[in-house]
Protein backbone atom coordinates (compact mmCIF):
# COMPACT_ATOMS: atom_id res chain seq x y z
CA UNK A 1 0.00 0.00 0.00
CA UNK A 2 1.54 3.14 -1.06
CA UNK A 3 1.36 5.43 1.30
CA UNK A 4 2.15 9.30 0.89
CA UNK A 5 3.04 11.54 4.04
CA UNK A 6 2.67 15.74 3.30
CA UNK A 7 4.31 18.29 5.54
CA UNK A 8 4.77 21.94 5.65
CA UNK A 9 1.50 24.32 5.21
CA UNK A 10 0.18 26.90 7.70
CA UNK A 11 -0.06 30.14 7.80
CA UNK A 12 1.73 32.92 6.00
CA UNK A 13 1.30 36.13 5.40
CA UNK A 14 0.90 37.39 1.09
CA UNK A 15 4.56 37.90 0.08
CA UNK A 16 5.95 35.32 1.69
CA UNK A 17 7.38 31.80 1.13
CA UNK A 18 6.77 28.20 2.82
CA UNK A 19 7.46 24.83 1.54
CA UNK A 20 5.66 21.82 1.73
CA UNK A 21 6.90 18.20 1.67
CA UNK A 22 5.99 14.46 0.45
CA UNK A 23 7.51 11.62 1.65
CA UNK A 24 6.63 8.18 -0.26
CA UNK A 25 6.69 5.01 1.28
CA UNK A 26 8.29 3.81 -1.98
CA UNK A 27 10.33 4.61 -4.78
CA UNK A 28 9.11 7.56 -6.81
CA UNK A 29 10.30 6.83 -9.58
CA UNK A 30 7.92 4.19 -9.41
CA UNK A 31 5.56 6.69 -10.47
CA UNK A 32 4.42 8.20 -13.39
CA UNK A 33 3.72 11.53 -11.74
CA UNK A 34 4.08 12.77 -8.91
CA UNK A 35 3.17 16.40 -7.66
CA UNK A 36 0.88 18.49 -6.15
CA UNK A 37 -2.55 19.47 -6.27
CA UNK A 38 -4.87 22.10 -4.65
CA UNK A 39 -8.29 23.04 -3.76
CA UNK A 40 -9.92 25.89 -2.34
CA UNK A 41 -12.99 26.09 -0.74
CA UNK A 42 -16.46 25.95 -2.95
CA UNK A 43 -13.81 25.28 -6.14
CA UNK A 44 -12.56 21.80 -7.68
CA UNK A 45 -8.93 20.37 -6.99
CA UNK A 46 -6.52 21.61 -9.41
CA UNK A 47 -3.35 20.69 -10.60
CA UNK A 48 0.11 22.93 -9.05
CA UNK A 49 2.63 20.93 -10.54
CA UNK A 50 4.26 17.62 -11.16
CA UNK A 51 7.17 15.78 -12.06
CA UNK A 52 6.53 13.22 -14.91
CA UNK A 53 8.29 10.25 -15.10
CA UNK A 54 10.68 11.41 -18.53
CA UNK A 55 11.82 13.83 -15.54
CA UNK A 56 9.88 17.18 -17.23
CA UNK A 57 7.71 19.45 -14.85
CA UNK A 58 4.47 20.99 -15.59
CA UNK A 59 2.85 24.04 -13.68
CA UNK A 60 -0.17 25.51 -13.30
CA UNK A 61 -0.07 29.11 -15.46
CA UNK A 62 -1.08 30.29 -12.03
CA UNK A 63 2.45 29.68 -10.17
CA UNK A 64 4.56 29.33 -12.91
CA UNK A 65 7.50 31.79 -11.53
CA UNK A 66 6.49 31.20 -8.26
CA UNK A 67 6.36 27.81 -7.55
CA UNK A 68 8.92 25.59 -7.78
CA UNK A 69 8.66 21.49 -7.51
CA UNK A 70 11.89 19.22 -6.17
CA UNK A 71 12.45 15.97 -5.33
CA UNK A 72 15.28 13.94 -3.08
CA UNK A 73 15.10 10.65 -4.89
CA UNK A 74 17.19 9.35 -1.84
CA UNK A 75 14.77 10.41 0.85
CA UNK A 76 11.89 9.57 -1.93
CA UNK A 77 10.03 13.13 -1.28
CA UNK A 78 8.98 15.68 -3.43
CA UNK A 79 9.10 19.31 -2.40
CA UNK A 80 7.14 22.32 -3.14
CA UNK A 81 8.71 25.87 -2.70
CA UNK A 82 6.20 28.29 -2.60
CA UNK A 83 7.49 31.94 -3.04
CA UNK A 84 5.45 35.53 -3.27
CA UNK A 85 2.47 33.65 -1.89
CA UNK A 86 -0.82 35.53 -2.75
CA UNK A 87 -3.97 35.15 -0.67
CA UNK A 88 -5.77 33.45 -3.48
CA UNK A 89 -3.17 30.51 -3.21
CA UNK A 90 -5.14 29.63 -0.03
CA UNK A 91 -6.23 25.93 -0.47
CA UNK A 92 -5.73 22.90 1.01
CA UNK A 93 -2.63 21.10 -1.17
CA UNK A 94 -2.90 17.62 -1.62
CA UNK A 95 0.18 15.52 -2.91
CA UNK A 96 -0.53 13.32 -5.66
CA UNK A 97 0.82 10.39 -7.35
CA UNK A 98 0.68 8.26 -10.36
CA UNK A 99 0.43 4.45 -11.78
CA UNK A 100 -1.06 4.54 -15.22
CA UNK A 101 -0.24 1.03 -16.26
CA UNK A 102 -1.97 0.00 -13.20
CA UNK A 103 -4.90 3.18 -13.46
CA UNK A 104 -3.46 3.93 -9.83
CA UNK A 105 -4.30 7.38 -8.12
CA UNK A 106 -2.44 7.87 -4.88
CA UNK A 107 -3.06 10.86 -2.21
CA UNK A 108 -1.83 12.71 0.47
CA UNK A 109 -4.01 13.48 3.35
CA UNK A 110 -3.72 17.24 1.98
CA UNK A 111 -2.11 19.92 4.21
CA UNK A 112 -4.05 23.61 4.88
CA UNK A 113 -2.15 26.81 3.09
CA UNK A 114 -3.46 30.04 4.12
CA UNK A 115 -2.30 33.27 2.92
CA UNK A 116 -3.56 36.44 4.73
CA UNK A 117 -3.44 39.71 3.21
Known amino acids: QVQLVESGGGLVQAGGSQRLSCAAS????????MGWYRQAPGKQRELVAV???????NYADSVKGRFIITNDSAKNTVYLQMNSLKPEDTAVYYC???????????WGQGTQVTVSS
Open 51 to 57: FTSGGST
Open 26 to 33: TSIYSFNT
Open 96 to 106: NAKRTSLQRDY
